[in-house]
């Protein structure tokens, strides 16, 4: 595990980052406000801003970390603190497998955007997907103290819920090439998707 550890501290890391930058900053439209749900220490938002000057972006997370790249506020894990309609889009990034029940968040989400929800998840959808995303969130995250419900849907569940909250999806782009060439073939795959999600 620890050999693991290394190589994604040292070789895919931030690769990963810039290229989750990329997709998600190309994904947004113009001019908005979002809230970054689970947010952590805000990194990943505050490199989208760099890139993006037109979006604000401000987070929220269960835990407040001693230091932070953008505002992150303390909240529940369930209910999100703000009004109906506080934002333009909600954003998750690697957050809803990590709960219990990612319908509850979701569900929160569309009632404070006005416009949708920018997603960033899984599907585990094929062969060996559980297993092998199971050890990514493992070596990514266990020694940080995440929670790792392992709470992964295929996507058959995804579209379903999408139309069942009244979501249309604007965009899916799932061959994301977020780890190098060697690593993308086993921890890549279709098991990555972006997602933006318009309320109709």
């Known amino acids: 595990?620890?050999?693991?550890?290394f190589i994604h501290n040292n070789y895919t890391y931030d690769r990963r980052l810039a290229r989750l930058r990329d997709h998600l900053a190309d994904t947004l439209p113009p001019n908005v406000k979002v809230l970054d749900v689970g947010c952590?220490?805000?990194?990943?938002?505050?490199?989208?801003?760099?890139?993006?000057?037109?979006v604000e972006?401000?987070?929220?997370?269960?835990?407040?970390?001693?230091?932070?790249?953008?505002?992150v506020s303390r909240f529940d894990g369930l209910v999100?603190?703000?009004?109906?309609?506080?934002?333009?889009?909600?954003?998750?990034?690697?957050v809803l497998h990590h709960t219990n029940d990612p319908l509850t968040l979701l569900r929160e989400a569309v009632r404070v955007s006005r416009k949708g929800i920018l997603l960033k998840d899984h599907t585990c959808?094929?062969?060996?997907?559980?297993?092998t995303l199971r050890l990514m969130d493992k070596v990514g995250n266990a020694r940080h103290g995440v929670v790792l419900p392992y709470n992964y849907w295929p996507k058959h569940k995804w579209l379903?819920?999408?139309?069942?909250?009244g979501l249309s999806i604007g965009t899916w782009?799932?061959?994301?090439?977020?780890?190098?060439g060697?690593?993308?073939?086993?921890?890549g795959r279709s098991l990555h998707f972006v997602a933006r999600l318009d309320i109709v």
């Open 57 to 71: 972006i401000e987070g929220i997370d269960v835990l407040v970390r001693p230091k932070c790249f953008i505002p």
């Open 182 to 187: 060697w690593a993308d073939l086993i921890f």
């Open 173 to 180: 782009t799932d061959d994301l090439k977020i780890y190098p």
């Open 80 to 94: 999100i603190p703000f009004s109906n309609s506080s934002f333009d889009l909600v954003m998750f990034s690697d």
């Open 160 to 165: 379903k819920t999408f139309d069942a909250l």
């Open 1 to 5: 595990m620890r050999i693991l550890e």
């Open 40 to 54: 952590g220490d805000g990194q990943l938002a505050s490199m989208i801003m760099e890139k993006r000057s037109d």
């Open 125 to 131: 959808d094929g062969a060996f997907a559980v297993p």
